[in-house]
């Protein structure tokens, strides 16, 4: 009698290839990439020493972050994002800010004329920076929430290019006090990005 061997069991193995990310940095680059709204008046200023986010003493404004050159091909998957701000005053009363893109394939940087913040159209996504931590450190780094939907909104849109520019605007109410390009150009504003491709 002859026992033969038991037949081979083969598993069958589906290997799932995983994107890399890839980072990227951009800091605002010059002093028309940086810019405050008063919203009660519509003028635009540039140039300042630093940008208050939410309300510069009592008053209401927006603040307006250009960040060009964003080499993310169009329809990538953004993973992660935020904005590094650079604290310019030490600022820890409440603070509430809200956090949007501008819905364009590549902003142009702000002009300086009245309006020129409000009147961009606005994303639908948007972000709740509610009860920003305090700011205890001249020249300490803050980050910004997660700002990805906003980020993807943008590089999904039919105009989007590798090498575009974005638009990034804030508005609330407290204040928290950055440093501008004018006032620091190495400690400007910078986004971060990590995104993945198909």
Do not use: C
Not at 93 to 105: E, I, K
């Amino acid at each position: 009698q002859v026992t033969m061997p038991a037949a081979a069991h083969t598993a069958t193995v589906n290997y799932v290839s995983t994107p890399p990310v890839t980072t990227i940095d951009v800091m605002v680059a010059s002093k028309n990439d940086d810019a405050e709204e008063r919203v009660n008046k519509g003028n635009v200023m540039q140039g300042g020493g630093d940008l208050e986010l939410g309300e510069d003493g009592t008053a209401a404004q927006l603040v307006g972050l250009r960040f060009s050159n964003i080499t993310i091909p169009n329809g990538s998957t953004i993973t992660d994002a935020w904005i590094t701000f650079t604290a310019d005053e030490v600022k820890t009363a409440t603070a509430n800010l809200t956090v949007y893109g501008q819905a364009a394939d590549n902003p142009p940087a702000f002009s300086g004329e009245d309006y020129d913040i409000s009147t961009r159209p606005q994303t639908t996504a948007s972000v709740a920076w509610n009860s920003v931590a305090p700011w205890t450190t001249v020249g300490a780094e803050y980050n910004s929430p997660g700002l990805a939907t906003i980020v993807q909104e943008i590089v999904n849109r039919g105009g989007w290019a590798s090498g575009n520019a974005l638009v990034i605007i804030i508005d609330g109410t407290g204040t928290r006090t950055a440093e501008s390009w004018d006032g620091a150009p190495t400690q400007a504003a910078n986004l971060h990005i990590e995104y993945s491709t198909p």
